[in-house]
DNA sequence: GGTATATTTTGAACATGTTCAAAATATAGA
DNA sequence: TCTATATTTTGAACATGTTCAAAATATACC
């Protein structure tokens, strides 16, 4: 069932992600209009529908593909740095590099933000795939790193870096800044400010402050990770 | 040029109003239609964009009707509590409550906060009066109150709050649990990791980690306030 | 009251995301 | 090759936010 011969759809889907790729980069998410997708790609509006149900489906695709060269650029950081805040900072800038060219349409997965009913969601369940995956990006990041945290935290850590890092995007989208110079400022004095005080964890007093904190995230969690098991009625 | 007599606009603007809450309560944002507003107005499609530019600036109206209610409450708690912590408890109960009735289409604009350019998002440049309004407001709660924090945090208090709140309502517009429990244990949580972690601002360790967060609140405040001054090559 | 101006109302038209039944084409089995 | 089935493509149609020129109505001034 893998690739065996370049199916006609293949060939027509590449056409659509092509040239939507180059209209959003130009036009942004909202400009695009799918009839010029398609008409850029040849072929019917119909057409465009049959391969992407959606016009978010589109810009999720591209979400799904960064994941994946992340995930390649991770190793590499991986492989010469362990320091982990070194590593985070390298990540985020990748990140930031690498998203560049897409930043003006792929704004719309962040902005959608707080909406989990919508697919486009980073927390709604279509995307839960990827969500998972980043968090197991930086999970493995924290695993090979030197980060000391007391333990009540450490297996947060990953969804709270995750949490931490949508922010930044969310910032970075609206950094209307000369080359985002305020988003790496940002990125500095946030990491310098997370830093500390994870450090800190370990210390006697903040012991209650770690367990509210690990509460708290938990809450978070648990609208996040099961938004469609319809109506938990918890106690 | 206060209120005279009656006019017409205003009888029209009343009707269109109560037309929109009742469709908005019942099928939510999205699901009702400019038409069916309309049409429940009694007046034509092309009269209600008359007096309301988009769908948008309906919602809007109900976000600043709202505020003043929650000010009127304010003035309330304070003349019983001073203790910042019960206030804020109150305050966030209140607007929790009041704004039962309109969670299901009053999320838009809580939705739509990843994006700025969005006049709907509470960041937005044309919800700055809004925004200035509540902040204000907390400004004045925590200046009646009894709350203790380092000198350098102080200024930025009310900001923090603010900040604090939206990610509640973020929770709450999207909490599925009966009654929104979660919600509620959400906010007992989360004050107390705050009220813990604030009565500790004031420890001399804490220093660099005050003036972290100050930097941190003031760089994202950059990216709020001015968002229309267009292009701010900063240094 | 009559006329000029301002306000309000109308309905048609437009743009765009999306759906769908039917047509065109490809594929497989005889 | 021929036929049946599966896949792909098409274009028309729909829903809905929004715009706009023209018509209807109100208001102000003589």
């Known amino acids: 069932m893998t690739t065996n011969k370049p199916k006609k759809s293949d060939i027509s889907k590449e056409k659509i992600l092509k040239a939507s790729l180059e209209l959003f980069q130009v036009h942004g998410y909202e400009q695009t209009t799918m009839r010029a997708i398609a008409e850029k790609a040849n072929m ?43 590593c985070f900072k390298l990540l985020l800038q990748f990140k930031h590099e690498q998203l560049l060219p897409v ?38 990041l924290i695993e090979n790193s030197n980060l000391k945290v007391h333990k009540v935290l450490r297996p947060h850590m990953a969804k709270l870096f995750w949490l931490y890092q949508m922010g930044i995007v969310l910032y970075w989208i609206n950094d209307t800044s000369h080359e985002q110079v305020r ?16 450090s800190m964890s370990n ?31 918890d106690a």
């Open 183 to 198: 988003t790496n400022r940002l990125i500095d004095l946030s990491l310098e400010l997370i830093l500390t005080a994870l």
């Open 203 to 233: 210390l006697p007093l903040m012991g209650q402050i770690n367990k509210s904190l690990v509460k708290v995230v938990q809450l978070v969690e648990s609208c996040t990770a099961t938004p469609n098991l319809e109506e938990q009625h």
């Open 103 to 140: 930043r003006s349409f792929f704004g719309v997965l962040v902005q959608q933000a707080g909406n989990l009913q919508n697919p486009l969601s980073p927390f709604s369940s279509s995307t839960k795939e990827l969500r998972d995956e980043a968090i197991g990006q930086i999970e493995y």
């Open 44 to 86: 019917s509006l119909g057409a465009a529908y049959y391969y992407f149900k959606t016009k978010d489906e589109l810009v999720l695709h591209y979400y799904a593909e960064s994941s994946k060269e992340v995930e390649h650029r991770l190793g590499e950081i991986l492989a010469k740095e362990s320091d982990y805040k070194t």
